[in-house]
C-alpha cells in the first residue's frame, strides 16, 4: 500500500478521491477552512417542516442565476409544499426549477466537482443522495484580435481562456455535423477540461485515438501553461522543434480540421494545437489563402530562404573569412582586412558575442512592459551596434551579417520554430569555427538527419517533403497552387478522405 505523506514514494492516484458516503456534512469537511463555500436553508413556500440546503462555491455559481432559478421557486412555489414526500425529489430534476440541466449525484467525488465547476448542490434530509444544478458564471475576456497572428485580410477574432467560448467559435466557423468534440479532465489538483476535437470521416481515427491515449495517461498535479500538455503529448525532450502547432485563430484551426488533422483545447489557455505536426505548418500563416496565390507563393519561399539565411550566414561568415578567404572577392575581403585590423578578437569571438548581444536585448524587450522594452530595445541597437563598432571591439561586416540573421529569424510565422532555429545557429557558428565549411556542412547535415527522424503521431515531421516509398502527397509545399487547382487535403498523409473538392 502507498502511502500519500511519503516524500520520496511514487505519486499516489486516489480512486475515489473522498471515500466517504454523500452528505452535507461531509461535504462541508471537503470544503472547511474554504472562505467561498456557502450553504443556504430554504423553507419550501414557507413550510419550516420542509426545507431543502442549497450548497455552492461563492464567484463559481452565478448569484443572478442561483436565486431567480433555484431559489426563487424553491421559496415561493406552492405545488412543492404540497408535493409529497417522495416525489418532491423526482418533481424538481425533472422540471420545478428553472434550469437547463439537473443531474442526480450518488457520491461525493462528483458533487465536489460539480461545485468547482460552478453547480449548486440540493441535499434533502434523510436522503443518501443530491442535486446537482450548473449555474457557472460566465466571467471571461471578451473576444479580441489575435496579439500573435495579426489579422490583415480575415478573420479578426482570437481564442480566449473559457473552453466552451473556444468550441463555439470553431462551432460557428465549421457548422458541420461531423464535429466531434469529446472532453477529457488532466491534472489531480487542476482538473483542466482538455477538449480533442476532430471531423469525422475526415481525421485519421488512430491520430485521435493516440491523443486521447495520452491525455489519459497524463498523471501530473495541473495542466496550467501550455508546455504542460506539449511536453506529455509529443516527444520534445529529444528536439527543440515544436511537434504540434498552435494557433490563436478560430479560422486557420479550422482548416487544420479541414485537413484532417485533430485540435486540442485546455481550459483556461486561449489557443489551439493542431496535431500532427510537420514541419510545413510552422511556414504557413493564416494569410496564405487570403492572399493571391502568386503573392503567396512569393512570400512562402521568402520564408524558407529567411530560414536558411538564419541558421547560415553566422558561421559562413565564419568559414570564409577565417579558414577560406580565397572565396571572398577581393575587394570585398581588402574591406574586411581593412576593417578588422585595430579589432584586437577572434572572428569567432566576435560572432558569437554579437549573437549573444542579440539574444539579451531581444529578451529584455520582450521581458519589460511596452513602452519600456521598446526603450531598451532602441538604446540597446544603439550601444551595442553603433558603440562596439566604433570602440573596434566588432568589426562593422560582423555587426551586419549577425543583423541579418536576426531580422530574417524574425520572418519565422511560429516563434517556437524560430527559436529552435536560433539554437542551432549557435551550433553551426561553433562548427564553422572548428572546420570551416566542411564543419558547416557537417552541422546542416546533422541538422537533416535530426529532422528526418521526428515524428508526430506517427506522420514524419519533413512531411510532404517526403512522406516515404508508396505514401500520397499532398500539394508543394513551397509554393501554394491556385485555390481551384487544389484537389486533394494538404497536411497529414493519414486521412479517411483525401479530395476536398470536384
Known sequence: MVREDRADGPHPRKVPLFDRPLSRQALAEVF????????????LNGDRERTVTVCYLLGMA???RLSDYILRPLAQDPALSRAPEGELFSRLQYGALYNLAAIRRETLDDVVNDLILGSCALFFPGRLDALTLPVPTEEKRAVGEPDNEPALK??????VESIRTNTAMVRRHLKAPQLKIREHIVGRQSRTLVDVLYLEGIADPDTVSQVEEKLDQMDIDGVETAGNLEEYLTDTARTPFPLMAYTQRPDRLCQGLLEGRAAVFADGIPLG???PGTMDQ???TGQDRAYHWLTASALSLIRYLCALITLLVPGLYIALVTFHPEAIPPKLALSIVAAKQEVPFSTIFEVLIMLLAFEVIQEAGLRLPGPIGATVSILGGLVVGSAAVEARIVSPAVLIAVAIAGVAGYT???????NALRLWRFLLAILASVGGLFGLALGCAALVYHLAQLESFGVPYLAPFTTGVGATRGHPSLFRLPLPAMKWRDGAVRTQNRRNQR
Do not use: H, I
Request: charged share 30%; with cysteine; glycine share 6%.
Open 282 to 284: 510552422f511556414f504557413k
Open 62 to 64: 452565478r448569484n443572478e
Open 154 to 159: 480575415g478573420s479578426r477574432e482570437s481564442f
Open 412 to 418: 519565422m510565422p511560429s516563434q517556437d520554430f524560430g
Open 273 to 275: 494545437w493542431l496535431v
Open 32 to 43: 472547511a477552512d474554504c472562505v467561498d463555500y456557502m450553504e443556504r436553508t430554504v423553507y
